[in-house]
Nanobody
Framework: QVQFVESGGGLVQAGGSLRLSCAASGFTSEINGVGWYRQAPGEQRELVARINNGGKTDYTDSVKGRFTVSRDTTKNTVYLQMNNLKPEDTAVYYC????????WGQGTQVTVSS
């Protein structure tokens, strides 16, 4: 039974920081990569950050230099450190774990006030 514990979202002022975490359990297949998507109101879902099993990271341009994705493989946990948050970062953030398919967390709301 795959399940997630996703946390760290909230309301923060512009320029502030948040750290999202997502701990997964119940996988029976190999995890090939993990990361974060977000979906803002009225917008399509976009990939924010990902990290593969070799440690390579990728970020969408709008968050480069501000966000850092990391993982703790032993705990099946992925993190997203978000610094210098902007109102444009307001969205629901979803962690994902990739096996033969993508598994998604329930989402956590990040709201950045101006």
């Amino acid at each position: 039974q795959v399940q997630f514990v996703e946390s760290g979202g909230g309301l923060v002022q512009a320029g502030g920081s948040l750290r999202l975490s997502c701990a997964a359990s119940g996988f029976t297949s190999e995890i090939n990569g993990v990361g974060w998507y977000r979906q803002a109101p009225g917008e399509q879902r976009e990939l924010v950050a990902r990290i593969n099993n070799g440690g390579k990271t990728d970020y969408t341009d709008s968050v480069k230099g501000r966000f850092t994705v990391s993982r703790d493989t032993t705990k099946n946990t992925v993190y997203l450190q978000m610094n210098n948050l902007k109102p444009e970062d307001t969205a629901v953030y979803y962690c994902y774990f990739r096996t033969f398919r993508d598994w998604w967390g329930q989402g956590t709301q990040v709201t950045v006030s101006s």
